[in-house]
């Protein structure tokens, strides 16, 4: 940020401000509202603000809140995309030339509040944006835990704000009360704040400032963005309940969330975009005749996915496999005769009643090289680096952070190891009263992950890019398709 002299005695305004309170920050802001915006455009620019609505994935009929929004630069970003913004800000100053900036839409309410104590109801709002806000807030975790506390369950919190940086000069020269964040301190208070999925990353953007007093001169610090979605409460148990009434009734998942009287993990065969379109892959829910015939008949009658991992999964003889939440069993039992005896598969599920089902399938039938263990995908009863494959059939999608899962996934798995599952993703954005209906998660529908946020959530677990053959559409929630996929990824050598 290169400040004109014309504009403003920075230094010495600062001066005068740090020696009549602790926190510059406000009165600092009271002083340069009317150049912010000229100050702010050498500081960084809008692809800032394009990166992290990019990562917000906004519905029309959303109600976000801006924190720390000063003349509305986020905002004036926001107004298009959603129904309502809410702009806050602590500076009447910055207030002031925010309703100038922003005038031209019909949709935006002004507020002078602390970011520490938010005027809004709990669970009222459906995302929360703070831009450059952590550093100049005395309690980065309390503001976290704040805006948490107004989101709606699945509602989301995106952050942006400086890496951690060396450059004091920009306390006494910019009102900064922190000298940025390192990512792994952000994401672990979020992780604290309780939220679920976290992403914390580069948005490839930078801030750029110069010192007046130790002639530092175009000091360039990168810019992260932090995204998390608050939790549904109750989904957990729910899914537990549900598939525990499944595995004792010998019946499969019902519900409408799909649009079509039942559930998506019980679809009809969908056929892949990218085998239409190349004639290259082809998959499809139901498992060939021979599949059908090589495992128990209480196993194959008691299919609860969206597709066939082992299709794609090239299982060979002597590997170890491990099926997050195996239910019944089938796909566990289709691997366990491609790896042969000299391999062995662990299947994991959480749900007693169906671990029960399969155990007894196993016995009954003679499997030696597979076993079903209890456990939950976030956290696997399997020793690190022990795995060659991972495969898991339309259940990501039902549990509660698919982050911690991909690095759970991540850390059993040998170097070179596979990951191969079935699920259900969204094309596009959802409306926040489906995303927040605890019962439509055992039809896994509610807790799909939008296919970019899958991808960089398992990019974030540390494997390689990976990559999705997608479906036909199993129909549309809040006007966005949902599809089933088959994801595949491999950890780095």
Same mark, same amino acid.
């Given at each position: 940020m290169v400040f004109f002299k014309g504009i403003i005695d920075?230094?010495?305004?600062?001066?005068?401000?740090?020696?009549?309170?602790?926190?510059?920050?406000?009165?600092?802001?009271?002083?340069?509202?009317?150049?912010?915006?000229?100050?702010?455009g050498s500081y960084f620019t809008e692809a800032v603000r394009d990166a992290v609505i990019a990562r917000a994935y906004l519905h029309p009929n959303m109600i976000v809140a801006d924190i720390g929004a000063g003349t509305g630069f986020m905002s004036a970003g926001l107004a298009a995309h959603v129904s309502q913004v809410h702009v806050v800000d602590g500076s009447p100053a910055m207030l002031a030339a925010a309703r100038k900036n922003l005038a031209e839409f019909g949709?935006?309410?002004?507020?002078?509040?602390?970011?520490?104590?938010?005027?809004? +109801?709990?669970?009222?709002?459906?995302?929360?944006?703070?831009?450059?806000?952590?550093?100049?807030?005395?309690?980065?975790?309390?503001?976290?835990? +704040?805006m948490v506390r107004v989101l709606r369950p699945g509602g989301r919190l995106l952050l942006s704000d400086m890496d951690a940086h060396s450059h004091t000069w920009m306390r006494t020269e910019m009102a900064d009360i922190w000298l940025g964040f390192p990512r792994e301190k952000i994401h672990g208070w979020l992780e604290e704040a309780g939220m679920v999925n976290i992403?914390?990353?580069?948005?490839?953007?930078?801030?750029?400032?110069?010192?007046?007093?130790?002639?530092?001169?175009?000091?360039?610090?990168?810019?992260?963005?932090?995204?998390?979605?608050?939790?549904?409460?109750?989904?957990?148990?729910l899914v537990r309940e549900e598939y525990g009434a499944i595995a004792e009734k010998n019946s499969c998942c019902g519900g409408s969330?799909?649009?079509?009287?039942?559930?998506?993990?019980?679809?009809?065969? #969908?056929?892949?975009? +990218?085998?239409?379109?190349?004639?290259?892959?082809?998959?499809?829910?139901?498992?060939?005749?021979?599949?059908?015939?090589?495992?128990?008949?209480? $196993?194959?009658?008691?299919?609860?996915?969206?597709?066939?991992p082992i299709a794609m999964a090239n299982l060979k003889p002597g590997e170890v496999v491990v099926d997050i939440g195996s239910g019944g069993g089938l796909d566990s039992f289709l691997a366990a005769r491609k790896v042969g005896p000299e391999g062995h598969v662990i299947g994991v599920d959480m749900t007693p009643a169906m671990l029960k089902r399969s155990r007894r399938s196993a016995k009954l039938n003679g499997y030696t090289n597979v076993e079903f263990r209890r456990g939950d995908a976030a956290d696997l009863p399997v020793e690190s680096g022990s795995v060659?494959?991972? =495969?898991?059939?339309? #259940?990501?999608?039902?549990?509660?952070?698919?982050?911690? #899962?991909?690095?759970?996934?991540?850390?059993?798995?040998?170097?070179?190891?596979?990951?191969?599952?079935?699920?259900?993703?969204? /094309?596009?954005?959802?409306?926040? +009263? $489906?995303?927040a209906a605890a019962a439509g998660w055992?039809?896994?529908?509610?807790?799909? @992950?939008?296919?970019?946020?899958?991808?960089? @959530?398992?990019?974030?677990?540390?494997?390689?890019?990976?990559?999705?053959?997608?479906? #036909?559409?199993? /129909?549309?929630?809040?006007?966005?398709? =949902?599809f089933s996929v088959i994801l595949s990824a491999v950890k780095p050598e």
């Open positions: 920075r230094k010495n305004t600062i001066k005068r401000l740090t020696l009549t309170t602790k926190n510059p920050s406000k009165p600092y802001f009271e002083t340069v509202a009317e150049q912010w915006d000229q100050i702010r949709n935006i309410t002004f507020h002078e509040a602390d970011g520490l104590k938010l005027p809004f +109801e709990d669970s009222s709002l459906d995302a929360v944006f703070a831009n450059m806000y952590l550093h100049h807030c005395p309690d980065p975790l309390a503001a976290i835990r +704040e992403l914390v990353g580069d948005t490839r953007q930078s801030c750029t400032s110069s010192s007046e007093s130790t002639g530092d001169k175009e000091v360039v610090v990168s810019i992260f963005y932090a995204s998390g979605t608050k939790r549904v409460s109750g989904m957990r148990e969330a799909s649009g079509d009287g039942g559930s998506a993990c019980c679809s009809q065969p #969908v056929i892949s975009l +990218e085998s239409l379109e190349q004639g290259e892959v082809h998959f499809e829910q139901d498992y060939s005749p021979q599949e059908q015939a090589d495992v128990p008949p209480e $196993a194959a009658a008691f299919s609860l996915g969206c597709g066939n060659d494959v991972i =495969i898991s059939n339309c #259940v990501i999608n039902l549990t509660e952070d698919k982050g911690k #899962v991909f690095h759970e996934a991540y850390r059993v798995l040998k170097p070179g190891g596979r990951l191969e599952i079935s699920d259900m993703v969204y /094309g596009g954005p959802i409306g926040s +009263e $489906a995303r055992s039809d896994c529908v509610t807790g799909a @992950l939008i296919e970019d946020e899958m991808l960089d @959530l398992v990019a974030q677990a540390g494997f390689n890019a990976g990559k999705v053959r997608r479906s #036909v559409s199993h /129909g549309e929630v809040s006007g966005a398709k =949902i």
